[in-house]
């Protein structure tokens, strides 16, 4: 029986992508003149796999992408020759190789068990190769396809400074949670607190979140977000720095974060993974995937994960527990419906007012273990995530994407907050808070890719819309100076627990917030000549977004609203070679504020441009992405904390702080990246960041602090981290390690309070105990260095000390 190909084969980036990487007028050597060489590679994507096999050997392996789908990799090791280790890494895959009259390689299926013949030819391919930007068994620190830009486009493509934190890299570091994987990211710093956090890039607070590319508004102080998320579920986080007004209407220069979901797999593959670390750490996950049916065109995925840990802080613990299902179903050749569902129950007990100083900006010399707050802090969450999306391809060069995602988070939340400075004289106090917050969050964006011919050169083009629609419901009151003033205040709480109903009684605010966007947006990227392409882009916005308070101090209301705002982009990109390009970009900002002035009313959106000029490169055949970018932003009406506002005013009307949008601001900077396997068996992630942010004008807001120290962004932030494997008889063994360093910042800087820059060294050694097991010891602090993580108002946090964690991981 005759099998006959797709009839839209689309080529896999499986043929020789050294030849940009090769002196000019140099050829790669064919496979025969390749000696054989020592292999060490995990089990993982076939396509991933035959790619750097054939690449690394200098051979033309060329397949249909139909063939080989999600199809994993079978583990290839020893010394093999090339054709030896393409053939051990189609075992139990239902393919072959074979070698054409010319030479070069294909795939084709592998004949019945039986015996019998078929009359399947090999299938020679040409055509454009279909991008994935799936990072999950690559073994990379780098990806060449993201997703953040709509569509999946190289990094060299977009115009703005991109980077990639991938799914090995996030493994290798120990990464479990939104906190620790944005902090590996370049240039990304915190202003801690428990159960959250507040990040800030480029000098400003990171306010953009995407869900696979569907934006939703995730961090809002008091509004139903104490915002983290477990990273077991995900596959990469994708991070773009620099305004990304073009696809969300809100033009944050810090830039935004995509989130990408892991999804079901082509082949059965198992995952079991043990952790024990310091402070009574353990954790265990289950990740099972595959095919539900025999012709694979119904796939699913169930990720269960667990951790639990002390601190090194007394009396402060958490618990983590996650479950997640996924379901890919092929309605037809060329279309593809998706769904999934996680839970996320983080809970634990915190400390939400950190260390207390005194007047002169000063610190007692507290232990790193002291926690001041009560024991009866505590947080409590429930998050459940839908997420739907449906993918149709009409062609080769067209494709339609549907995406729908829907949050429903849940907080309870109590703790004792101290306020104010250590004597004499002695002005904190302790006051207790108790939030019980609803909110629900949906999503959506639609929207077509696909590339044309206009006037003999190649036009890409994008065009969709979005929305996002958020309501929270927040119950919430505290007890004003719950605990008495006088005695030793950098001691540890005793104050007995309030119940909610005794906070309530005291004040009581009932908080809602509304919020509605959506716009349309279209951009195409035309190529004026060969090495020079032209990207314009612009975006039609609406918002509307309404807050609600009705408290001890009476009801009130106040809406902001924008209709049909354009937000342009322009970029250029300019191919030097086929490994290098550089490029420039301009970007409007339009940004919503959710914060509130003393009124109660929302400040006036931000507005203002920024300017970017860079140089990427792609090397080593594409295993290496390197990035260069210098950055300029002016801004107005930022929101600024209004430190004039006593604070039993800004509780009832702001919310807990007020703020101003008194200032005009430019940051600029400079940027630095280099990711990938920059050496055989060396994965490295590398990255230098320079931060300067200053006012533009005198309207410096009364309290009169410096906006670089505002956010406690340091000028300078250098972060580190390569894992390499031994070769020859050693290569069951890994060993890798960083750094992690930063120059002094200042948080909140009218208080007297300076943070001191630091350097942190980090370690891992992993051996590979068999086929499917691997062991691995990270060490972070290698030093043990003290120092504080972040600094605001007088609430301080001291980093971790020295850690240790144990992973044992199982892979089929």
Not at 298 to 312: C, H, M, P, T
Not at 511 to 521: A, E, I, M, Q
């Amino acid at each position: 029986m005759t099998q006959h190909c797709s009839p839209r084969p689309i080529a896999l980036a499986l043929a020789l992508a050294l030849a940009g990487a090769l002196p000019h007028g140099a050829v790669a050597q064919p496979a025969a003149t390749v000696s054989q060489q020592n292999y060490d590679l995990p089990a993982g994507p076939l396509a991933a796999t035959l790619n750097r096999i054939s690449r690394e050997a200098g051979l033309t392996l060329t397949v249909d992408s139909q063939l080989v789908g999600s199809r994993r990799a079978a583990p290839v090791r020893g010394t093999l020759s090339p054709e030896q280790a393409l053939h051990a890494a189609l075992a139990g895959s239902d393919l072959e190789l074979v070698k054409t009259t010319a030479g070069t390689y294909t795939l084709r299926p592998a004949p019945p068990a039986t015996g019998g013949e078929t009359s399947l030819k090999p299938v020679t391919v040409t055509a454009t190769a279909e991008r994935s930007g799936t990072t999950e068994g690559t073994g990379s620190y780098t990806s060449g396809v993201v997703t953040i830009g709509k569509g999946e486009q190289s990094l060299r493509e977009i115009p703005q400074a991109v980077s990639v934190l991938t799914r090995q890299q996030m493994d290798d570091r120990g990464v479990t949670d939104i906190r620790s994987a944005l902090l590996t990211a370049p240039g990304v710093t915190t202003v801690a607190n428990d159960p959250g956090g507040h990040f800030y890039s480029r000098g400003f607070f990171i306010q953009s979140y995407q869900f696979n590319g569907v934006p939703l508004e995730r961090q809002l102080y008091a509004r139903g977000s104490a915002f983290n998320s477990d990273m077991s579920i995900f596959d990469r986080v994708e991070i773009m720095r620099g305004p990304q007004g073009l696809f969300e209407g809100e033009g944050d220069p810090s830039g935004s974060i995509n989130l990408v979901r892991k999804r079901p797999t082509h082949a059965l593959q198992l995952g079991l993974t043990a952790k024990a670390g310091s402070w009574e750490r353990y954790g265990a996950q289950v990740d099972l995937s595959g095919p539900l049916n025999e012709s694979r065109t119904i796939r699913g995925r169930l990720i269960v994960n667990y951790e639990q840990a002390d601190s090194f802080r007394d009396h402060i613990d958490s618990k983590e527990r996650t479950v997640y299902g996924a379901f890919d179903i092929d309605l037809g050749p060329a279309t593809t419906l998706g769904f999934g569902f996680s839970r996320e129950k983080p809970e634990g007990t915190i400390d939400w007012g950190g260390l207390s100083g005194y007047a002169d900006g000063s610190m007692p010399h507290y232990s790193r273990s002291t926690n001041l707050g009560a024991r009866w802090g505590h947080a409590d969450k429930t998050q459940d995530t839908w997420y739907a999306d449906l993918v149709h391809r009409f062609n080769d060069n067209w494709k339609f994407k549907a995406s729908l995602v829907e949050v429903r988070e849940s907080n309870d939340i109590k703790y004792l907050l101290r306020a104010g400075r250590l004597g004499p004289p002695n002005t904190v106090r302790g006051d207790a808070y108790a939030f019980d917050m609803y909110s629900k969050n949906l999503g959506g964006d639609f929207h077509v890719t696909g590339d044309s011919t206009v006037l003999g050169r190649k036009l890409a083009l994008t065009a969709g819309a979005n929305f996002s629609r958020q309501r929270s419901a927040d119950l919430w009151g505290w007890i004003r100076n719950y605990e008495e003033l006088g005695g030793a205040y950098d001691r540890p709480s005793v104050s007995p627990e309030p119940s909610m109903a005794d906070i309530l009684a005291a004040n009581r605010m009932d908080d809602g917030y509304r919020s509605n966007k959506k716009g349309l947006y279209a951009m195409g990227r035309y190529q004026l000549a060969e090495p020079l392409s032209l990207v314009l882009g612009t975006r039609l916005s609406s918002f509307e977004q309404t807050y609600v308070s009705d408290g001890i101090w009476g009801y009130s209301a106040s809406t902001a609203k924008e209709s049909k705002k354009l937000t342009p982009f322009a970029g250029l990109t300019y191919a030097v070679n086929g490994q290098w390009s550089v490029y420039g970009s301009y970007a409007e900002i339009f940004k919503p504020q959710s914060q509130r002035d003393v009124s109660g009313s929302f400040l006036a959106p931000v507005s203002g441009v920024s300017y970017e000029l860079g140089l990427k490169g792609e090397l080593l055949g594409g295993r290496v992405n390197t990035a260069f970018a210098l950055f300029r932003t002016k801004q107005k009406n930022v929101a600024f904390e209004d430190g004039s506002v006593p604070q039993d005013i800004a509780d009832i009307r702001c919310g807990g702080t007020c703020y101003t949008s008194s200032a005009h601001l430019l940051s600029q900077g400079f940027e630095a990246e280099v990711s990938g396997e920059v050496a055989r068996g060396l994965q490295l992630a590398a990255s230098y960041t320079y931060t300067h942010t200053r006012y533009r004008s005198n309207d410096v807001p009364s309290v009169g602090y410096d906006i670089s120290a505002n956010t406690g962004v340091p000028q300078h932030i250098a972060r580190v981290w390569g894992n390499y494997r031994l070769p020859g008889e050693w290569s069951r063994w890994t060993v890798g390690g960083g750094l992690r360093s930063q120059s002094h910042s200042s948080d909140f800087a009218y208080f007297g309070r300076t943070q001191g820059g630091y350097t942190l060294f980090d370690a891992r050694i992993g051996y590979q105990i068999g086929k499917n097991l691997s062991l691995a010891l990270n060490i972070d602090n290698l030093t043990d260095k003290k120092y504080f993580q972040s600094i605001s108002y007088d609430n301080n946090y001291y980093g971790a000390p020295r850690s240790f964690l144990l992973t044992l991981q199982y892979g089929l």
